[in-house]
Nanobody
Framework: QVQLVESGGGSVQAGGSLRLSCEVSGRTYNGYPMAWFRQGPGKEREFVAG????????SFSESVKGRFTISRESAKNPAILQMNSLRPEDTAVYYC????????????????????WGHGTQVTVSS
């Protein structure tokens, strides 16, 4: 069984930065595409950023492109989301997600494309 645990959320003012981490525990889980999604109040879960199995490819939603980066730190921390220039509209619960299939390139942008999920970490940006 694979468990994903997010950390690094918190409350910041607009323009600030946060760094979210996704730690893997349980069985060995390495070499799979990873992604970050978020879900704001009353909204559907939406794709934020994705990274390929080796970190060589990344993708971002238009709303965060140029402000957020995603990277792989290690097998235990396969998805780091660095969030800069935060805006109030970035307020949401952020979820780490892991693909169940090894593949080239980044994974999909739909929640249905991912099998493993963390419980989420709250990010609140005040104006």
């Amino acid at each position: 069984q694979v468990q994903l645990v997010e950390s690094g959320g918190g409350s910041v003012q607009a323009g600030g930065s946060l760094r979210l981490s996704c730690e893997v525990s349980g069985r060995t889980y390495n070499g799979y595409p990873m992604a970050w999604f978020r879900q704001g109040p009353g909204k559907e879960r939406e794709f934020v950023a994705g990274i390929s199995w080796n970190g060589g490819s990344t993708s971002f939603s238009e709303s965060v492109k140029g402000r957020f980066t995603i990277s792989r730190e290690s097998a235990k921390n396969p998805a780091i989301l660095q969030m800069n220039s935060l805006r109030p509209e970035d307020t949401a619960v952020y979820y780490c997600a892991g693909d169940a299939a090894q593949k080239r390139g980044v994974g999909g942008t739909s929640p249905q494309d991912y099998y493993y999920w963390g419980h989420g970490t709250q990010v609140t940006v005040s104006s």
